[in-house]
């Protein structure tokens, strides 16, 4: 597997996922009843022990990739990177107004055959009191606002902060009976090496509750990837969804949403 996940330097650790029972019961449920015995609003978040069982395991195969962990320390989805105008944030942080998770796991996931192809990381986190879905709506605005492009800093690179520029934000047609909402882009960017080189990367994003899945995948070559590898979300969902004991997962695995 690559030791960088394409524009950032990544540690991995292939240490077993974190597994709790206490985590196990009572974190995904509703909150408690509240004192005149009404249902208090809102699921509780998961915890970081919780994410870790439902994430897809380190070592394990999907297909022709393989999982590994990341730290997001400087990398997407990072309180390192900005986007400007500040409106397009959603789009390199999944971060609200309103507040960042309550826990966060990371995945990464390549295909060790092809050290130039397709990464994958994977990201599973809770949010609490509706703050996923004010990260979704606030992605959506985002989706539609940057779609004729925007800036990113990425301040956590060996040599200082780096700019990339995107071209473009193109909407596509979001994964149809997972979660509560979907939403799906590819991006189009200079590579921050070569500025006359035209990279692409694909954000999903799932919603199920308190918690959000994000898959975001890049080709280290310059190549399109075509879109987040179908294997992965099918996975990754059906690892989320029987965990939590949803019965649900018939309802039709991912539909292909590459362009």
Known sequence: MNKGYGKHAVVRTMAGALCCAAALTGCAGSAEPSADGRPAAGPRPLTQAALNVRALSPGEAVGPYRTGEFTVSGGPLSDRYSATPPVCQPLVGLTSVRGGPVA????RLGDPAKPQGVDVAVQLRSYGAGRAAAVMEELRTAGAECRDGFAERRGATAGGAVTATYTAVRKLPAPAGLGDEAQAYRLTLHDVRDAGRTTYEYLTVLRDGASLLSFRAEALAAA????????VLDAQWE??????????YGRGRVADSRP
């Open 224 to 231: 399109d990837p075509g879109g987040v590898p179908k294997d």
């Open 239 to 248: 690892k989320w969804s029987t965990t939590n004991g949803q019965r649900g």
């Open 104 to 107: 966060q796991v990371h995945r």
